[in-house]
Nanobody, 124 residues
Framework: QAQLVESGGGLVQAGGSLRLSCAMS????????MSWFRQAPGKEREFVGG????????YYADSVKGRFTISRDNAKNTVYLQMNSLKPEDTAVYYC?????????????????WGQGTQVTVSS
């Protein structure tokens, strides 16, 4: 059974930056495409960004393109989400998810493992 542990969330002012991390244990990390999703209060969970198993391909939601960057370090079994130019509408719980042999842009139903989530709050 894999375990995903997110860290790096917090409170930041609009225009600021945060870097989220998600560490995987219990499985071979490089076999999994990784993605970040978020869910704001009263809203559905939405895809934020994804990265292929090798890290060679990345995918982003239009709402974060140009502001967020997803990356991974297979030697450290960790995926990152660098968030710049944060806006109040980015406020949500952010989840990382792992898709076995996936591509990084799969629908949420395909992801086998999920982290517990980390809160990101952007004040105006």
């Amino acid at each position: 059974q894999a375990q995903l542990v997110e860290s790096g969330g917090g409170l930041v002012q609009a225009g600021g930056s945060l870097r989220l991390s998600c560490a995987m244990s219990g499985r071979t990390f490089s076999w999994y495409a990784m993605s970040w999703f978020r869910q704001a209060p009263g809203k559905e969970r939405e895809f934020v960004g994804g990265i292929s198993r090798s890290g060679g391909s990345t995918y982003y939601a239009d709402s974060v393109k140009g502001r967020f960057t997803i990356s991974r370090d297979n030697a450290k079994n960790t995926v990152y989400l660098q968030m710049n130019s944060l806006k109040p509408e980015d406020t949500a719980v952010y989840y990382c998810a792992a898709d076995y042999l996936g591509s990084g842009d799969s629908p949420a139903q395909k992801y086998e493992y999920w982290g517990q989530g980390t809160q990101v709050t952007v004040s105006s």
